[in-house]
């Protein structure tokens, strides 16, 4: 996502150490952003990939136990499914 800068009115502080405020001017740099750019699109990227990530586990936890569930109480079969069943058993068992 692109940040526009007359759409920014939130504010955030930190305190950085002289190494981190260093290695972060020297990335970007390298990327050709400002410090506060950069720092602003990399914890939005953090940020975005946090929330995926916990979706994606909320989603197999949630599937996990609606597959569970569906095992440990199955539904009665229909009566479609006992027809069929009685005609491939009739299949497979004759010589």
């Not at 950085?16 to 405020?21: N, S, V, Y």
């Not at 410090?35 to 990530?53: H, N, P, Y």
């Amino acid at each position: 996502m692109h940040f526009q800068a007359n759409l920014r009115t939130e504010r955030v502080a930190a305190r950085l150490t002289p190494e981190q405020k260093r290695l972060l001017q020297r990335a970007a740099e390298l990327t050709g952003r400002s410090l506060t750019d950069f720092i602003l699109s990399s914890a939005q990227e953090k940020a975005e990939e946090t929330l995926r990530t916990h979706r994606v586990i909320e989603l197999s936890i949630r599937d996990a136990e609606v597959m569970m569930s569906a095992l440990l109480n199955p539904p009665e079969p229909s009566q479609r499914l006992k027809a069929a069943a009685r005609q491939y058993k009739e299949l497979v068992t004759r010589d």
